[in-house]
């Protein structure tokens, strides 16, 4: 390799060969001709999900009807998908619940984390959050006469004192993509008496997790991302064993009871985490995110973790290498701090990921000035990531982002 140069095709080819996951990209439907790059923000569509989405509504609603809570495997479809996601977050499947928005999952696992120290009256969170986790926070610590606190953006551990309940982090942050040591967050947290909720959305997926062995307390994730599980897919909440018995959470609903047929006036919640469930499952979407969840079949989470790092490095090389000083690399260079995306500063990034998107590569905007670029390695080669920098340096090279009909501001960016 040593003559090759970094732009060289078969140069691309031979990172693709090093980290060859078996064409794991043909369990994906991508429209030819555009190179997706927003994986972190809406997973592609795997191949499986069209035929068994309308199998579950034509089949199993339309024929089975009710019975389909027992013939069609309703009733443990939710089990079924903990348990393929279990091993990517290093749990036990039967500590994980599913079914409700990131949002409220949230909601329900701080609440029920603040009140295992009732002792405590603050909620710590890092101001570089994901701006639904402080929004959130805010409404848990009103609920409960808590103070939210606000700690140095990204050092939480630092603010960490006795009166600090639960500290709420974001493993990766969403803006620079930079990665958060969990093992030595919950191990700060711990020695001040405080549990660790961490918030997975953006490495779930991605990133190979031990949260079991990390001591991590509670997390919550969203399954749409990495996941792949279509639009507004249903989120996880995961609590560790330890802290199950007496869990209480503030939407106690009769699918979270220890015999919801029963019908009984008295709350009796279910053994373990299954106790976070509230209402009726969302059966089809839980049904789009299992098919979803065999793209991962009989991949290493290791080797999955691999080359997402070759790709997003070789991203970062060749901007280096193509775009001068045009935009800044926001994400720490060191992989052991990275997540699964490359954030690239500029002052005019709307309109350079916009420039980008009409030539068919597909990132996203986050203000004020961060064009990011998310890196699923289940569909992506590094083909694909020299052709995506090969168009910003003709986007940036010609001033392409500057063009009046790049800087209309969409609702959704
Ligand atoms: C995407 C994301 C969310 C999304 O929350 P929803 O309720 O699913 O809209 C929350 N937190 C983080 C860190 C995210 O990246």
């Known amino acids: 390799m040593t003559t090759r140069k970094l732009t060289d095709p078969s140069y691309?080819?031979?990172?693709?060969?090093?980290t060859d996951l078996g064409a794991t990209h043909e369990r994906f439907l991508l429209p030819p001709g555009r190179i997706y790059l927003d994986g972190n923000s809406l997973g592609a569509l795997p191949a499986g999900v069209p035929e068994r989405v309308a199998r579950a509504i034509?089949?199993?609603?339309?024929?089975?009807?009710i019975g389909s809570w027992l013939d069609a495997g309703w009733a443990g479809l939710a089990d079924g998908v903990a348990a393929k996601l279990a091993p990517l977050l290093g749990v036990d499947p039967a500590d994980i619940q599913l079914g409700d928005s990131t949002s409220v999952t949230l909601f329900k696992?701080?609440?029920?984390?603040?009140?295992?120290?009732?002792?405590?009256?603050?909620?710590?969170?890092?101001?570089?959050?994901f701006p639904t986790d402080g929004y959130v926070a805010r409404g848990v610590a009103d609920a409960l006469g808590l103070e939210l606190r606000w700690s140095e953006p990204g050092d939480p551990a630092a603010a960490l004192d006795e009166h600090v309940a639960v500290l709420l982090v974001n493993h990766v942050d969403f803006r620079t993509g930079a990665l958060l040591d969990l093992r030595e967050t919950a191990r700060a947290a711990h020695a001040a008496g405080a549990l660790l909720l961490a918030d997975i959305c953006h490495s779930a997926g991605s990133v190979p997790?031990?949260?079991l062995d990390d001591d991590v307390d509670l997390a919550v994730g969203?399954?749409?991302?990495?996941?792949?599980?279509?639009?507004?897919?249903?989120?996880?909440?995961?609590?560790t064993p330890r802290l199950h018995a007496g869990l209480t959470h503030p939407i106690p609903g009769w699918w979270g009871h220890a015999e919801p047929f029963a019908m009984s006036l008295?709350?009796?919640?279910?053994?373990?985490?299954?106790?976070?469930?509230s209402g009726t499952p969302p059966v089809i979407a839980l049904t789009a995110l299992d098919a979803a969840l065999d793209a991962f079949a009989g991949v290493e989470p290791a080797a999955l973790r691999a080359r997402s790092l070759s790709l997003t490095d070789y991203f970062i090389a060749l901007v280096d290498d193509q775009c001068g000083t045009s935009v800044e690399v926001v994400t720490p260079r060191d992989g052991h701090r990275r997540g699964s995306q490359v954030s690239l500063r500029h002052p005019a990034a709307y309109g350079v990921v916009q420039a980008l998107i009409a030539r068919g590569v597909v990132g996203d905007f986050r203000a004020p000035d961060i064009a990011r670029f998310g890196f699923a390695a289940l569909y992506l080669s590094h083909r694909d990531v020299l052709a995506a920098v090969e168009e910003l340096a003709a986007v940036l090279r010609t001033d392409e982002f500057a063009h009046p009909?790049?800087?209309v501001l969409q609702a959704i960016t």
């Open 12 to 18: 691309a080819d031979a990172l693709d060969h090093a």
């Open 58 to 65: 034509r089949h199993e609603w339309g024929d089975g009807l």
């Open 109 to 129: 696992t701080l609440y029920a984390a603040c009140r295992r120290r009732p002792d405590r009256r603050t909620i710590l969170v890092d101001p570089t959050t």
């Open 209 to 211: 997790m031990t949260l």
């Open 222 to 239: 969203c399954t749409y991302k990495y996941l792949n599980g279509g639009p507004g897919a249903p989120a996880f909440g995961w609590v």
């Open 266 to 277: 008295e709350y009796q919640p279910a053994a373990g985490a299954a106790r976070m469930a």
């Open 405 to 407: 009909r790049f800087a």
